[in-house]
């Protein structure tokens, strides 16, 4: 029954004075028995804040305790202001993680020497300096590093985390997949490894395996904000909008500025009172598919081609935003080719003018006349996979079925906001890829 109690973080950190690599290890394996320990953790962080106040002499030992229960729980600004303040091997050591979670890798590296030279771990000191090579495009100093350490540190999960995401970096995925694996066999906790392994599957399109490692990170803190991205978009995709809501308040209460966060949680919170009707969007997919077919793929006389041809008219859906007299004030276009119009539209329980009887936007699909340069050309070819868009924008293109840059760009934003789960923020960010080509959206 023991094994089964759980950890009072409150005497952990508050009542105990000191704080060493042992009460790490004691907090993350409080943390990972569940959701009511997170509000333990917040409950001792406050008293921690109250605690400072009356510190004294022990205010360094408060800092240290303070800052180091701020990362474990996303507070990366509150976890850099107490840990720079702190003393000894591991408050620099979690300084410089502070840090490097933030993305600051001078200040990252500087604190990770710092806590070298006091004493902390060499082994773990060079990994974390061989990431921050790797993050800043420094590969063949990361993989110099981890070359020196492969005797000493071949069953060290971090190790082969950091070996990992630097075959990634160059391009040899299967190598990379196989080390994280080993990093979470050495270590389930693992939590970049977990979601580096649940990213490849989000990539990967296996969406239940992304959600189940994405999940296991949940467990195991401090949590990344990309995760709760990641898995809140997936539980978006799923219809679990309770869930997806969850994740994007979890974001918000460590940063209350994350812009992104705020809009996905508001379409999140919408979803979760809106009805979905499945056959209804079925119907919908199909009956677009059908405004996209081509009118040369009818047999028309060669009158009726031509006048179409001459209006500009490319699709049924051109058919059924133009009017019967404005089709028959075409040059040479009569009531033998009207009647041919009608026959192919009733063939398809579709008649002239019906978008505009019914208010609908279907605008006729832009097809660029002039010849495009070898550059242009490469650019509209180029696989919309390589706009490295985010999770949802991508999941997005998949669904609407657009392989290339140049099928992106045939879309309108009306369209592409059509999808599901596809809101303004996502559309910005689509657009913001294609200005920075120098191109964009039909209609934009």
Do not use: W
């Amino acid at each position: 029954m023991a094994d089964t109690m759980l950890i009072d973080l409150k005497a952990l950190l508050v009542e105990r004075e000191d704080c060493d690599a042992g009460t790490v290890q004691r907090l993350r394996d409080g943390l990972a028995q569940g959701k009511t320990q997170y509000r333990a953790l917040r409950e001792a962080v406050d008293a921690l804040r109250k605690k400072l106040e009356f510190a004294g002499p022990t205010i360094k030992k408060v800092q240290l305790k303070l800052g180091i229960a701020s990362y474990f729980m996303g507070h990366l600004g509150a976890a850099v202001e107490n840990l720079k303040h702190a003393e000894g091997a591991l408050a620099s050591f979690y300084l410089g993680k502070a840090h490097l979670e933030r993305h600051e890798l001078d200040d990252a590296f500087k604190a990770f020497e710092k806590a070298e030279k006091a004493g902390y771990t060499s082994a773990q000191v060079q990994l974390q300096k061989a990431g921050i090579h790797r993050l800043k495009g420094e590969l063949q100093q990361a993989k110099a590093i981890l070359s020196k350490m492969e005797d000493q540190a071949s069953h060290n999960a971090e190790y082969h985390f950091q070996l990992a995401s630097a075959h990634l970096s160059d391009g040899n995925r299967t190598l990379g997949l196989k080390h994280l694996e080993r990093s979470v066999e050495l270590d389930p906790a693992h939590t970049g490894a977990l979601f580096q392994l649940g990213h490849a599957n989000d990539l990967a399109g296996n969406d239940d395996d992304a959600i189940s490692f994405y999940e296991r990170c949940l467990t195991h803190p401090p949590l990344h904000v990309g995760l709760l991205m990641n898995l809140g978009v997936l539980y978006e995709d799923s219809e679990r909008y309770d869930k997806a809501v969850d994740c994007f308040r979890r974001i918000l209460h460590a940063d209350p500025n994350h812009e992104q966060a705020r809009l996905f949680l508001k379409d999140s919170e919408a979803s979760l009172t809106m009805y979905y009707n499945p056959d209804a969007d079925a119907a919908s997919s199909r009956f677009n598919q059908v405004l996209e077919i081509p009118v040369t793929d009818f047999e028309l006389s060669v009158r009726s081609r031509n006048c179409l041809k001459k209006m500009n008219i490319r699709t049924i859906g051109d058919l059924t935003r133009i009017s019967e007299q404005q089709l028959l004030s075409g040059k040479n276009f009569g009531e033998t080719s009207l009647n041919e119009i009608k026959a192919i539209l009733g063939a398809k329980n579709m008649r002239l003018g019906q978008a505009l009887e019914e208010g609908s936007h279907y605008e006729r699909r832009y097809v660029n006349q002039q010849p495009l340069s070898d550059q242009e050309q490469a650019k509209v070819n180029m696989s919309v996979s390589e706009l490295n868009l985010p999770v949802r924008a991508r999941k997005c293109m998949n669904r609407l079925g657009i392989n290339t840059v140049g099928e992106l760009m045939q879309r309108t934003a009306d369209e592409l906001l059509e999808s599901k789960n596809f809101g303004m923020t996502s559309l910005n960010e689509v657009r913001e890829r294609l200005r920075q080509m120098g191109l964009a959206l039909r209609g934009d």
